[in-house]
């Protein structure tokens, strides 16, 4: 695998931070694995910060819809996702227009991670569910 995952839990969301390239089987690995951890962990709050440094075919940032899909990822998943990079930041805004439009996931793209996570925490219900 061309890329590296860093999971961090916190009490209330999971962060995940992805570095390498984008292909689209690795994109299929990252997203049963975000899927899976929040399963285990019982939390459906995600802060992704994407250290991508290369974009992939059109055709495979469409596909994420199966992604999606295939890893169980829906609305109950609040995903705060940042993409700091100007080279793959339009692509990673395709991927979450596509997403938006089918109803898979409930999330924002940003590029600041602190606007992310402020975003997510506010999104926690006050229980923390």
Same mark, same amino acid.
């Given at each position: 695998?061309?890329?590296?995952? %860093? &999971? +961090?839990?916190?009490?209330?969301? /999971?962060?995940? +931070?992805? @570095?390498?390239?984008? $292909?689209?089987? $690795?994109?299929? &690995? /990252? #997203?049963? @694995? &975000? ?6 962990? *019982?939390?459906? $709050? ?6 991508? %440094? !290369? ?6 940032? =469409?596909?994420?819809? !199966? +992604? ?12 705060? #996702?940042?993409?700091? *990079?100007?080279? @793959? ?5 395709? &991927?979450?227009?596509?997403?938006? *439009? ?6 924002? /793209? ?8 402020? =975003? /997510? ?5 006050? *229980?923390?569910?």
């Amino acid at each position: 695998m061309s890329e590296d995952l %860093t &999971i +961090i839990p916190y009490e209330h969301y /999971l962060h995940f +931070i992805i @570095t390498g390239s984008a $292909n689209y089987n $690795n994109a299929v &690995i /990252l #997203w049963k @694995t &975000i899927a899976a951890t929040c399963r285990e962990h *019982n939390c459906f $709050n995600v802060l992704g910060e994407q250290k991508i %440094t !290369n974009t992939m075919p059109t055709m495979d940032a =469409w596909r994420h819809q !199966n +992604i999606f899909i295939d890893a169980g990822i829906t609305a109950k998943y609040r995903i705060a #996702w940042v993409d700091a *990079n100007p080279v @793959t930041y339009k692509q990673t805004e395709f &991927i979450r227009t596509v997403l938006s *439009n089918r109803d898979i996931g409930y999330g924002k /793209l940003f590029t600041e991670l602190e606007k992310a996570k402020s =975003w /997510l925490l506010e999104k926690i219900p006050k *229980n923390g569910a």
